[in-house]
């Protein structure tokens, strides 16, 4: 097939749905081989067939990206399928909306690491390759609480902000070797997230939040710039927004 990403490998981490599922179907009707990463065995193969279906190629890494061994795994299996690195999406995340003194200690845990922990590790793991290749793609899947704060969600936003400062400084400091790095930084999904810790159901079908395909598109418009520009951050909201 042909595609602007013919033989790039991908890394995707929170794969099985959302944000990342759309951005794995995305990339690889660009013609990139992915591997997908996520807890959900059942809902990757699945993935791995409708990427197939487009004509590209993937391979799964089930685990949870706030632990090393899922990231070095990930790492290996992608040399392993593709010999390089060209991209990673450090998409994983989850969110607890609440009053800061109705959210414990374990809240706080669960957050920054499935946030920020997982994206330091996966990509701690990958740059060392993408150094020796002088080339290479790193994105935050942030939010738009990463730029300004929300009552309610103090320490999410503590997360996402974190996401926006680790890309802003990685900028500086990975540009020297070739490798490009940003943040994506939408609002409101309608996807899983935070169902059931802050937002139900019915209130994200009846949203008009943004779709999982519409942050997709700029996961692979970051992906797909020419080899003299980088996107450093997108900022995304909903036509529906209120003024």
């Given amino acids: 097939m042909a595609g602007k990403l013919n033989g790039k490998v991908a890394i995707i981490t929170g794969a099985s749905a959302g944000i990342g599922k759309a951005s794995a179907l995305a990339l690889a ?3 990139a081989t992915i591997i997908l990463t996520a807890r959900r065995a059942e809902r990757l193969e ?17 685990g949870d990206a706030r632990e090393e061994t899922t990231a070095v795994e990930a790492v290996k299996i992608a040399l392993e399928f593709g010999g390089h ?20 200690a374990d809240e706080y845990d669960t957050m920054m690491d499935t946030n920020m922990r997982s994206g330091f590790l996966f990509t701690r793991h990958v740059v060392p390759q ?16 990463g730029v300004y704060g929300f009552a309610g969600e103090a320490v999410y936003c503590a997360t996402k ?5 680790f890309a802003q400084a990685l900028d500086r400091e990975l540009r020297p070797h ?66």
């Avoid at 699945?46 to 089930?62: H, P, S, T, Y």
């Avoid at 902000?161 to 400062?165: I, P």
């Fill in 29 to 31: 009707a660009e013609g």
């Fill in 46 to 62: 699945q993935l791995v067939n409708d990427i197939e279906k487009l004509g590209a190629r993937a391979a799964i890494v089930v």
């Fill in 85 to 104: 690195i060209d991209i990673l999406l450090n998409n994983a995340g989850m969110g607890i909306y609440k009053n800061l003194v109705d959210t414990n």
């Fill in 130 to 145: 993408m150094i020796k290749q002088s080339s290479g793609t790193v994105l935050m899947l942030s939010s738009m609480a």
């Fill in 161 to 165: 902000f974190a996401q926006v400062g």
């Fill in 178 to 243: 070739g490798i490009k790095v940003g943040a994506i930084c939408p609002g409101g999904v309608k996807t899983e997230f935070a169902i059931g810790t802050g937002r139900t159901e019915e209130g994200v079908a009846q949203s008009g939040m943004l779709e999982p395909e519409d942050v997709a598109g700029a996961v692979l418009l970051a992906c797909t710039q020419s080899a003299g520009s980088r996107i450093i951050e997108i900022q995304m909201r909903t036509m529906a927004e209120a003024l």
